[in-house]
């Protein structure tokens, strides 16, 4: 029998080591289970119709999306509408305008719900289909007042004329409203504005009072540094907005992003939280982030944390709780 | 293409294989004239955890070290030895992130290359008696990636010139044998110096089977700059750990055998938070 020498073994060796590097060295993968954890939204598609003759119909769609707004699904959805008598959803999402009033359409997912669509119907066009209401802001602080201009239509669309509408607020103390639509601030919160006219309400308005900024100073995690503040506002035109101060700075590596997360760790802000820019060309100074532009949903109080993250690692560089 | 100035890179952790490689083989015995070692040797770790820099452990996205290497001392006399460790290949990769809501996966990365390879020399201040003891010199040459992979995120290497001196005594009692380790790593590139030390324990069987223990630490003089590198490392920087590494050697021959190894980090800093393994085939001449 041959033997192999004492200077061919080591070869031997070497094949087989860098054999095995090849065979266990690819690129593996984790998988996070992010729909058993629940993070994602779903959300109705702006229809095409909000209000419906008696037996017309309307298609809706809706969209599964990450909390980062990429959309992940367009199917497998319960729909429900909170008032089958005036209109009906069936499995498709197909919308059966049953009798004069108005409901709610939501979808699930999980334990995640929609924002509800209202849908009216009505007999004929001289009803009032639709009230719109606008305001030049939504944001108060205690004292303010605002305005808020109330607008109808019919199905087809066509301005009517209305002499009255009645106005209601979710939580008077936190903002009342006159009978012509003027709202006074008078306590810190949100509260929701609807007008009413014919038997027809309004989508509600919010308004915010006394919150319309959190504000948190950054700090290093895990030693890492990092300095600066964070501020989540809501902008005039209602959107959240975040803003960092001329002072921020942290450490960064490539791939490294800033995220809204309600924990700071690495993995849970990955998968749970909302990416909102990388930063590793900029990491310096004032930033101003559309959140609103992200994901329409979230609002001031969504979340706890500003993150900034190192996204390939998902490893935390630092945070700025905007609870302190 | 990723500007360089924004390439910042990340993590070495496989130095704690490496380092001791080198740094304890022999400890205070020196090679006589003309006669040598060599060992061929692989290492891996694969770890989904991380020693953050207050030394808490955080979950990231799994990294790979593969590490083949070539070791070897040879005695150029009874006294003075030469000492090369060349990580002739070394691949780290980085895990794609994939979720079951079907979001885009966070791509995965790799990278391919030299490590970063030490060479020294050994020199036996007391080289008889119950204990023997050697001072040593050992300069790391950068010849490992600094910014690797699609991301330029991976890193074989630090990019930076080690000058490490160690002193080393070792005792045999009968079958058994320690060895102790001190040394100071001067780094440059804005990288800090580090105090480095050691403790090794082995006891031989039958005169074949080997069985060793080893304590090895490395602290950092937080001398430099926190990132390192003229910015460039900020996770290989100011890096510290305590592991504890248990070895296995096995003479097949009289002058061949092989050995397996795990090495755990019980404290650390900036280090992956999982086991370091490797095996060796090693040849005296």
Sequence with gaps: ?324 | MIPMKAARTFLVIYLVATFWVSAFAGGGWTQSKRSGYFKLGQNFIIANRYYQPNGEIAEITTISFFTTSAYLEYGFSDRLTGVLYFPFFVRSTLNQVEYTSGRTPIPGDAVNSLGDTNIGLKYGILPDGPVVVAVGLTLGVPLGATAGGETRILQTGDGEFNQLITLEASRSFGSAYATALLGFNNRTQDFSDEFRYGLEIGYTWNGKLLTQLRLSGVESLMNGEAEGGGGNSIFANNTEYLAITPEIAYNIRDNMGVSVNAGFAAFGRKILASPNFGMGLFYTF
Excluded at chain 1, 290 to 309: A, C, G, K, Q
Aim: net charge negative; proline share 2%.
């Design chain 1, 1 to 324: 029998m041959k033997s192999v020498s004492n200077m061919q073994c080591p070869l031997l060796i070497l094949v087989v080591v860098i054999g095995f590097q090849l065979l266990t060295g690819c690129i593996g993968t984790d998988v996070v289970d992010d729909l058993a954890n629940g993070s994602f939204t779903v959300a109705i598609q702006p229809p095409a119709r909000t209000s419906l003759l008696v037996g017309e119909t309307v298609m809706l769609t809706a969209e599964r999306r990450t909390m980062s707004g990429e959309v992940i699904s367009t199917e497998s959805f319960l729909w429900i509408s909170s008032n089958p008598e005036v209109a009906d959803v069936n499995a498709a999402g197909m919308v059966q305008a049953v009798a004069t009033g108005q409901t709610q359409i939501t979808v699930a997912s999980g334990d995640a719900v929609s924002e509800p669509v209202l849908m009216t119907v009505v007999e004929d066009e001289n009803q009032i289909a639709r009230i719109s209401l606008s305001a030049d802001r939504m944001s108060l602080a205690i004292g303010d007042k605002l305005q808020i201009m109330a607008s109808a239509t019919n199905v087809a669309g066509e301005d009517l004329m209305v002499e009255e509408y009645i106005w209601e607020s979710s939580d008077e103390a936190i903002a009342t409203v006159t009978a012509s639509g003027l709202v006074t601030a008078v306590g810190r919160g949100s509260a929701e504005i609807v007008a009413s006219a014919g038997g027809v309400e309004s989508e509600p308005l919010r308004v915010m009072v006394g919150t319309t900024a959190r504000s948190g100073t950054f700090m290093g995690s895990g030693n890492y540094s990092a300095q600066g503040t964070a501020t989540l506002e809501m902008d005039n035109a209602g959107d959240v907005v975040l803003v960092t101060s001329e002072d921020f700075e942290a450490d960064l590596a490539l791939g490294t992003f800033i995220y809204l997360s309600n924990s700071t760790a690495g993995t849970e802000t990955s998968n749970n939280g909302i990416e909102i820019a990388d930063i590793s060309d900029n990491p310096k100074g004032a930033k101003t982030f559309n959140i609103s532009d992200i994901n329409e949903e979230v609002e001031l109080t969504t979340y706890r944390y500003v993150v900034i993250l190192c996204k390939p690692a998902r490893i935390t560089f630092g945070f700025a709780d905007l609870n302190e």
